[in-house]
T-cell receptor
Framework: AQSVTQLDSQVPVFEEAPVELRCNYSSSVSVYLFWYVQYPNQGLQLLLKYLSGSTLVKGINGFEAEFNKSQTSFHLRKPSVHISDTAEYFCAVSDIDNQGGKLIFGQGTELSVKP | KAGVTQTPRYLIKTRGQQVTLSCSPISGHRSVSWYQQTPGQGLQFLFEYFSETQRNKGNFPGRFSGRQFSNSRSEMNVSTLELGDSALYLC??????????????FGPGTRLTVL
């Protein structure tokens, strides 16, 4: 079975500062990795995903993530955050044996960007 | 292209009642997944439908059921509601080409409150 751990439940940061949201996963099979963002009272929006190839993945809104197989991590980074980045961020995995549409999510990290 | 739509957006029910939630996927998408989001348990996979067939199911009691119609629209039903069923129910649609790697597009959710 797979599991996802987001190491920080809340991350406060000042505007224009860099940020890293940490995600570790556990799985006995190969996985695909995703980061989603959820703004207040909205559904989830995909930021980026890692399927194969280059371990550095670039997504929307200036976010990027790096897949590290040896450390089973997929940390999300942004070099300079904006107030509008305030939201909840979810890391998720899907395994190669996925029989249909099942994502395993972490508990989420609340990013709070202060002026 | 219109996104995933869910109706109703908000719902208030009392214990013991049943409820039906509806999800219309993005045009051309054949896979619909349902998730329950609560503060305590986070995002949990309920089930997934593809071409009117349930392909995958999470660890929820039999009170939770769903179906998919020939136009890919999906409904989920919860019978004999309990207080713990209060949650945001999210629907996600995807093309259904490769389940492990497909991007899932989420709707805004239905907020169910059980009194």
């Amino acid at each position: 079975a797979q599991s996802v751990t987001q190491l920080d439940s809340q991350v406060p940061v000042f505007e224009e500062a860099p940020v890293e949201l940490r995600c570790n996963y556990s799985s006995s099979v190969s996985v695909y990795l995703f980061w989603y963002v959820q703004y207040p009272n909205q559904g989830l929006q995909l930021l980026l995903k890692y399927l194969s190839g280059s371990t550095l993945v670039k997504g929307i809104n200036g976010f990027e993530a790096e897949f590290n197989k040896s450390q089973t991590s997929f940390h999300l980074r942004k070099p300079s955050v904006h107030i509008s980045d305030t939201a909840e961020y979810f890391c998720a995995v899907s395994d190669i044996d996925n029989q249909g549409g099942k994502l395993i999510f972490g508990q989420g990290t609340e990013l709070s960007v202060k002026p | 292209k219109a996104g995933v739509t869910q109706t109703p957006r908000y719902l208030i029910k009392t214990r013991g009642q049943q409820v039906t939630l509806s999800c219309s996927p993005i045009s051309g998408h054949r896979s619909v997944s349902w998730y329950q989001q609560t503060p305590g348990q986070g995002l949990q996979f309920l089930f997934e439908y593809f071409s009117e067939t349930q392909r995958n199911k999470g660890n929820f009691p039999g009170r939770f059921s769903g179906r998919q119609f020939s136009n890919s629209r999906s409904e989920m039903n919860v019978s004999t509601l309990e207080l713990g069923d209060s949650a945001l129910y999210l629907c996600a649609s995807s093309l259904g080409v490769t389940f492990s790697t497909d991007t899932q597009y989420f709707g805004p959710g239905t907020r169910l409150t059980v009194l």
